[in-house]
């Protein structure tokens, strides 16, 4: 399945970011409506995928000079296993080299190792709980 992915910042696209992240962790994995939300997702870019003209997915990209933070990726239940979520993931890494950033991080829910694997992250450190859920660090160096 190819997606077309954009990337802006969220007061363009926060339309379409928050139902599917509303979809994806409110409604799916239960994770409070009030820890969804926080003061990064103003200054953060925030990856799009369409296909048929539909969302299908969002992740975003906060970006501290040579360090980069991804996260809230999120793809449409239906679109699963179709390299969506990995287009959308080396769209946000493609941006963040572009801006300067030498290393990038991400809390991974543990079933979503390999999924960030595939594109070079090591997982670091113990396992920790985020909103009732278990994660673990993992880093990428560029
Ligand atoms: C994690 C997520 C974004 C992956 O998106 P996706 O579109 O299904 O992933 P892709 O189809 O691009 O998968 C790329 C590769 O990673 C693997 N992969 C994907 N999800 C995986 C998972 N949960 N566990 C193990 N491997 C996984 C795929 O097998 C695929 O490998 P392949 O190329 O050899 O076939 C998606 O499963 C999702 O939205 N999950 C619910 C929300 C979530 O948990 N987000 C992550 C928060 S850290």
């Not at 926060?14 to 409506?33: H, S, T, Y």
């Not at 997702?41 to 000079?65: C, M, P, S, Y």
């Not at 946000?92 to 829910?109: D, P, R, T």
């Amino acid at each position: 399945m190819s997606a077309t992915i954009t990337i802006s910042g969220w007061g363009e696209v926060k339309d379409l970011v928050k139902p599917i992240r509303v979809k994806v962790f409110v409604i799916e994995q239960n994770v409070p409506e009030e820890l969804e939300w926080d003061e990064y997702d103003e200054t953060a870019w925030h990856a799009v995928a369409k296909v048929n003209e539909q969302v299908v997915g969002t992740g975003r990209l906060i970006l501290d000079q040579s360090k980069a933070k991804i996260g809230r990726m999120a793809v449409d239940k239906n679109c699963r296993g179709k390299g969506v979520g990995s287009e959308i993931l080396k769209a946000l890494i493609n941006l963040g080299k572009e801006k300067g950033a030498q290393e990038f991080i991400l809390h991974a829910q543990t079933h979503a190792i390999a999924f960030y694997a595939k594109e070079g992250f090591e997982p670091y450190g113990p396992i920790f709980d985020e909103a009732g859920i278990p994660h673990v660090e993992m880093r990428l160096y560029i």
